[in-house]
């Protein structure tokens, strides 16, 4: 039982350049959501989806997009990287009223 | 606003005492609460949830309390253990539209031998 993947673990982009950051749940949890954590300002959430085919901003999502093509997939997109994108970023499933599983984060820098 | 606040300030204590750490809330109306361990380099990792008519929960050596009047939620660790070192997250889920995890910033526990 893998619980959430996510890949890569590393990336360094040069400032404007686009990727897609992968995610994979194996729990069959309808919830699958994208934090970003930065120094002194904990998780924050970029978007979330609340089952397949849906997806919802959070509190940062301005220069993300993302897609939620299946219930076991969902990815980040940063289409044009900014140096304020650099961060480490958690992929995240949850039903709910239980615990939520974290991947092991995508640690970003924009250059 | 919504906010979620968790004291900023690393907890320094002994072995085999026990730790309290704070998270208060403002705003919101949680359906549940949540605290997750993180160490570095590491996503979070669940350990316990406390429903909005629970007033305290205990597994092993933790325990949570939830005081939605107060709105403020207190995790103690007893006997702490060096192993113990770790950043703890407070995590509050909504009860109105579609569920959400919003986090507070953390606190770093320190228990030194």
């Known amino acids: ?11 360094v982009l040069k400032t404007g350049q686009s990727m897609t950051l992968q995610c994979a749940q194996d729990m069959n949890h309808n919830s699958m959501y994208w934090y970003r954590q930065d120094p002194g300002m904990g998780l924050r959430l970029i978007y979330y989806s609340a089952s397949e085919g849906t997806t919802d901003k959070g509190e940062v999502p301005n220069g993300y997009n993302v897609s939620r093509l299946n219930k076991r997939e969902f990815s980040l997109r940063l289409e044009s990287a900014a140096p304020s994108q650099t961060s480490v970023y958690f992929c995240a499933s949850m039903r709910e009223g239980t615990e939520a599983f ?10 | 606003s919504q906010k979620i606040e968790q004291n900023s300030e690393a907890l320094n204590i002994q072995e085999g005492k026990t730790a309290t750490l704070t998270c208060n809330y403002t705003n919101y109306s949680p359906a549940y609460l949540q605290w997750y361990r993180q160490d570095p380099g590491r996503g979070p990792v669940f350990l316990l949830l406390i429903r909005e008519n629970e007033k305290e929960k205990r597994k092993e050596r933790l325990k949570v309390t939830f ?5 403020q939620s207190l995790f103690h660790i007893t006997a702490s253990q060096p ?4 950043t703890y997250l407070c995590a ?16 770093m526990l320190l228990v030194s031998p």
């Open chain 1, 1 to 11: 039982n893998a619980g959430v993947t996510q890949t890569p673990k590393f990336q």
């Open chain 1, 102 to 111: 974290f991947g092991q984060g995508t640690r970003l820098t924009v250059v």
């Open chain 2, 67 to 71: 005081d939605t009047t107060l709105k």
């Open chain 2, 83 to 86: 192993a113990d070192s770790a």
């Open chain 2, 92 to 107: 509050l889920e909504s009860n109105s539209g579609y569920s959400t995890l919003t986090f507070g910033k953390g606190t």
